[in-house]
């Protein structure tokens, strides 16, 4: 009796934690593809051609050891910078700053990492908060049709809350990972 109990109740179990699962390989799929675009243009005028081409390329990355995603993540063309630390017990500790906003700094709390996906509260030193979700990923830029392209790891996130930096609007932000 007391098998079948045991046995009854790692198969639910099982179907529970699998739709989590899913469910976060999902969103993981979803982000990325956030970050995934292409463009290409053809003009003529005057006998004259002009191409531009652009193919960016986002996969989510799920690692074994939650520990390889811990590093130092920056914005590149912006500054911002997140700081991520991860125990061997999975611990995660994260702080940083927006660079658009005067340096101003947070922390990351309550932090999780389910597949490739991290959600936190990002709490400002003022204590304002805005939910956090961004997904480790791979980004691929090419700027042919025959190009192998330039890979680079990172966290893309998505902005609670669209940002304005230089006339420009921002909704998610590709923190990559420094050496």
């Known amino acids: 009796m007391r098998t079948v109990a045991l046995i009854t109740l790692l198969a639910a179990c099982s179907a529970i934690a699998a739709p ?5 390989q999902s969103r993981a799929q979803q982000i990325a593809a956030a970050f995934t675009k292409q463009k290409h243009v053809v ?39 997140i700081r991520l630390r991860i125990g061997s017990d999975g611990r995660i500790e994260a702080d940083g700053h927006d660079a658009d906003r005067a340096s101003r700094t947070f922390t990351l709390e309550n932090a ?26 791979t980004r691929t830029e090419r700027e042919s049709p025959t190009d192998p392209g330039i ?13 304005e930096f230089a006339g420009n609007t921002y909704e998610r932000l590709f923190y990559q990972l420094r050496p």
């Not at 989590?20 to 976060?24: G, H, K, M, N």
């Open 151 to 163: 890979t680079t790891f990172g966290l893309g996130v998505i902005l609670a809350t669209p940002r």
């Open 20 to 24: 989590r699962q899913l469910s976060s």
């Open 43 to 81: 003009a003529e005028k005057r006998g004259v051609r002009k191409e531009k081409y652009k193919d960016v390329r986002s996969e989510p990355v799920v690692k074994q050891d939650v520990t390889e995603y811990a590093g130092v993540y920056q914005v590149v063309d912006l500054g911002d910078v």
């Open 112 to 137: 999780k990492i389910q597949g490739a996906v991290l959600t936190a509260m990002k709490v400002y030193r003022d204590g304002a908060t805005e939910p956090f979700e961004g997904v480790f990923m």
